[in-house]
């Protein structure tokens, strides 16, 4: 990754939260045809046990593939000693990269965390959203859970006052909430949080929420207009919650709005020519 940035290659990871080749084939069945995903010229696998159970959570996942350590189960960025260790957003940020996220959970859930947090438990998640809001590592963030960035008095669910909204927007962010501004945006530094928690399931999204493919063609538009590399991660989150459920229409229309994004990011590679597109499962 390192030798990646020292040539100023764009990289768009997407990772299918709980996916792995049975939630595709479901969805390439039950579509009648093969996803977007199955098209990809290589495919490795992976082991995801963390570093205390063979059974990880999304938590070590997102470490070992964003840092490339095994820890704990729950911990987000940090050995399991906590000694915290820089995701490769955190080293690509220091290198001059643009840095975004698009996923269809709170963007202080682990996957996302993993871009930018540090912390022993995934469900200290304020402390998330602060680490988020001061760090100032990601400058395009899409997905929802409001609820972490503003005090109790407001209808969150932070206990230290903090409204960490108005800290990133006087960090020069632009706060934006609906797809109708989704779709106007142009600032570079912007937080969309579509949601008080997490998106609804795509199999009953209303308009009102974007898709994740919407989220990742805008986060590309906005990462790449000024000539910048970049790396985004987007995240299809709910695969995994609807696999829990043994729901296999809500895994395959989750697969499907995934693989929407993965479509969209391999069309703007192939347009750019200097762009790396990996697509994972963390578990």
């Known amino acids: 990754f390192v030798t990646i940035i020292s040539f100023a290659l764009n990289i768009i990871y997407l990772v299918g939260d709980g996916m792995s080749f049975n939630q595709l084939l479901l969805a390439s069945i039950l579509e009648g045809r ?113 609820d972490m960035f503003v005090p109790t008095a407001q209808g969150g669910r932070r206990t230290d006052g903090l409204n960490l909204i108005e800290v990133m927007k006087s960090k020069g962010y632009e706060y934006i909430t609906k797809v109708e501004e989704l779709s106007t945006t142009q600032s570079s530094k912007v937080l969309g949080l579509f949601a008080k928690g997490h998106l609804d399931p795509v199999s009953n999204r209303s308009s009102a929420q974007p898709t994740l493919d919407v989220m990742t063609k805008k986060a590309i538009e906005l990462l790449s207009k000024d000539g910048k590399p970049f790396m985004l991660m987007v995240e299809g989150s709910q695969i995994d919650w609807e696999a829990h459920s043994n729901d296999f229409y809500g895994v395959w229309k989750e697969v499907v709005e995934f693989d929407n994004a993965v479509k969209v990011a391999l069309e703007f590679a192939a347009k750019d020519g200097n762009t790396l597109v990996i697509v994972t499962g963390d578990h």
């Open 34 to 146: 093969f996803l977007t995903t199955m098209t990809l010229p290589y495919t490795g696998i992976t082991t995801t046990y963390s570093s205390d159970s063979w059974v990880t959570d999304s938590a070590p996942a997102g470490t070992a593939l964003f840092a490339g350590y095994k820890t704990l189960n729950k911990a987000i960025g940090v050995l399991p000693n906590g000694t915290p260790m820089p995701s490769i957003f955190e080293i690509a940020k220091s290198a001059g990269y643009n840095i975004g996220l698009a996923v269809t959970c709170r963007v202080t859930h682990a996957t996302p965390a993993s871009v930018y947090g540090h912390v022993k438990n995934r469900d200290d998640e304020v402390t998330l959203a602060k680490q988020l809001a001061e760090s100032g590592i990601v400058d395009v963030i899409f997905g929802g859970g409001w």
